[in-house]
């Protein structure tokens, strides 16, 4: 299995500057988690190279800002993005 660090903020300096939350890829297309920001978010995919558009995944843990403020900002890049049942609902 294959997980990159799309965005994390676990120091408190990183959390006074970009604010809470994590976000992994697996295996190229399954986004776990989309942090707090959506602009963190889509800075980190863009510079990591990563084409929302080709997810096939999402997966939201939990419903905390930090775990989902950046889903909004996925789903309208990529609305055929599947979410796990129970998860996310829509």
């Keep these: 299995m294959d ?13 006074q500057t970009v604010g809470w939350g994590v976000s992994f890829l697996l295996d190229g ?23 929302v558009k080709k997810l096939k995944y999402i997966v939201i843990s939990h419903e905390h800002q930090d775990h989902a403020g950046g889903l909004w900002y996925v789903l309208s890049e990529n609305p055929a993005v599947k979410r796990v049942p129970g998860l996310i609902s829509g």
């Excluded at 978010?41 to 990591?48: R, T």
């Design 3 to 15: 997980i990159k660090t799309i965005a994390e903020a676990s120091a408190e300096s990183e959390r």
């Design 29 to 51: 297309d399954l986004l776990f988690d989309t942090f707090s920001s959506e602009h963190v978010l889509e800075k980190n995919l863009f510079n990591l190279n990563i084409d």
